[in-house]
């Protein structure tokens, strides 16, 4: 198993662009999660999907989105870049409602 | 607001037991304690946890208090590749909300 996977790990932007960061896993979990984590605190939750269709808001989600059209892939869109978006995003899954979750690399992305 | 203190930085010898404390002095009755780490800013990789008894595995221990209000993270054989960013949340079973706090950077010196 790979477990989670992201891309890309790296990304550069320019304010006001857009991008969607990529997240996949291949363990048949049903919850799934984005987490932004900022230089030198916690996690913190975007947004979470409990399985396929089925998303909700998280502690920080505005200026994002997400999708879920399938158990594997969970998308994150960011429509309008701002440098306060400026982060390490992590994407996790779990088999449950759980706090056991499993996460992948992180997409570093800076707005410039 | 965080709902777990834990110490910013703590050291620890190679070899030796490492024991890190988190406070959660407001934990309500069905949220569990849960223990990630984070190496050189990786996905964070989950350890333990345990809602009020001890609990062990393979990786390590967790003690928590009969009040439920702290917990101690027990490394029993602390190794260089243990060196990361220790973090103590809370989650209740049925909700996946994990509350994360800043955690405790461990430096395990040879």
Not at chain 2, 18 to 23: M, Q, T, Y
Not at chain 2, 54 to 79: F, G, Q, V, W, Y
Request: glycine share 8%; charged share 15%; with cysteine.
């Amino acid at each position: 198993n790979a477990g989670v996977t992201q891309t890309p790990k790296f990304r550069i932007l320019k304010i006001g662009q857009s991008m969607t960061l990529q997240c996949t896993q291949d363990m048949n979990h049903n919850y799934m999660y984005w987490y932004r984590q900022d230089p030198g605190m916690g996690l913190k939750l975007i947004y979470y999907s409990v399985g396929a269709g089925i998303t909700d808001k998280g502690e920080v989600p505005n200026g994002y989105n997400v999708s879920r059209s399938t158990t594997e892939d969970f998308p994150l869109r960011l429509e309008l870049a701002a440098p306060s978006q400026t982060s390490v995003y992590f994407c996790a899954s779990s088999y449950a409602a759980s706090g056991r979750q499993f996460f992948g690399p992180g997409t570093r992305l800076t707005v410039l | 607001d965080a709902k777990t203190t834990q110490p910013p930085s703590m050291d620890c010898a190679e070899g030796r037991a490492a024991n890190l404390p988190c406070n959660h002095s407001t934990i309500s009755g069905n949220e569990y304690v849960y223990w990630y780490r984070q190496i050189h800013s990786q996905g964070p990789q989950y350890i333990i946890h345990g809602l009020k008894n001890n609990e062990t595995n393979e990786m390590a221990s967790l003690i928590i208090t009969e009040d439920r209000k702290s917990s101690t993270l027990i490394l029993p054989h602390a190794t260089l590749r243990d060196t990361a960013v220790y973090y103590c949340t809370l989650a209740m079973d049925s909700n996946y909300q994990l509350i994360w706090g800043a955690g405790t950077k461990l430096i395990i010196k040879p």
